[in-house]
């Protein structure tokens, strides 16, 4: 975009080549003028000869002035586009080109677009659904379900319980990261456990996932052979990477799910407040991530949201993935602390900071043992 002094300087130099244009045009009657009598002229016979001659030369003179003008003619500038600055982008709306920011980042809008960005199959999904209350003590309204894809199936320990019911944030979010991960290293699928009932409110075997901003994910794992692997449940992982029985023999994969981490945290429609995990597994995803050349910004990200409870579930199975409220659920829709600086909108009064923090303990993390 040009600023106003470019514009400025360019009609400036334009102006210095009209008035120069000037004095070459009166330079060059005098050769003008020769070559007129010793040439031919072709104008009717019942002009006399001098006013044959003065068509000829104005002739010449008419086609300079016009090739003058369109070199001191300077280009279209757009004044209001000139001085009117870009707005800068919000917390968290890291896009294309930003050197801070990841290299994939600015999501469509459009159906269209959208359609085309997830790949064959996508779902026009509804975007009326609403989260209300606490993720420990909430329901969700006009609920979306995350539906088997060719990029995204369902852990065959939860299949049978129907409970993928989520905001159309929160499922659009799990829907796009698998296709990404599916686009980026062909070969697996995402395999996700349970999001919330279709209305929300208490669900066997978790202290949350009751107001549809929740998401269990399993790792994407490796067999003996390095191909990629589906378990029937959630696989324990060692800080190595290992399997813990029954799962010998498959490891954690590291590049799968370093673009899975990844594509979770930089979403331009859902903001990820957690990835509750094990930090042994933190760790595998950071190393990854510089491997990977990951940006800082994004390794930052990665830094802040991924956590391990201090009690309850340790989290060394799966990834358990908290959303913040989409903007149009507030104030129905509530948060607690922390607030990251890509938090979508203006952070709730900081007295919610003192109530009780799943990352210390209390009823927000997983006390109750998974089925």
Known sequence: MASPESTESIERAAAVRGIFAIPCIYSALP?????????????????????????????????????????????????????????????????????????????????????????????????????????????????????????LRYTGEYAAGGNFWGTWELVQLVERAAYRVHQRVPGAKLSIGELSKASGGDIDGHASHEAGRDVDISFYMLDGRGEPVEPWAFANIRDDGTALPPNEGMRFDDRRNYELVQKLLTDGDARVQYIFVGRGIKRRILAEARRQGARATVIDRMEASMVQPAGGHPHRNHFHVRIYCAPADRPSCEDRAPFHAWYPGTPPNERVSLLVNPVSGGRDAHSRRLP
Do not use: C
């Open 31 to 151: 050769p003008l003028t020769m070559l007129a009598r010793k040439l031919p002229l072709s104008a009717p016979t019942f002009y006399p000869k001098y006013m044959r001659r003065g068509l000829f030369i104005w002739g010449l003179l008419g086609m300079a002035l016009v090739a003058s003008g369109a070199a001191a003619r300077p280009p279209h500038i757009d004044r209001n586009a000139a001085e009117s600055p870009a707005p800068p982008p919000k917390d968290g709306d890291l896009r294309p080109g930003d050197p801070d920011g990841p290299k994939d980042l600015a999501q469509p809008k459009s159906r269209r677009e959208r359609e085309r960005f997830r790949g064959q199959g996508a779902r026009d999904l509804p975007t009326n659904s609403r989260s209300v209350g606490l993720p420990f003590a909430g329901r969700l309204r006009r609920g979306v379900q995350v539906v088997p894809s060719d990029f």
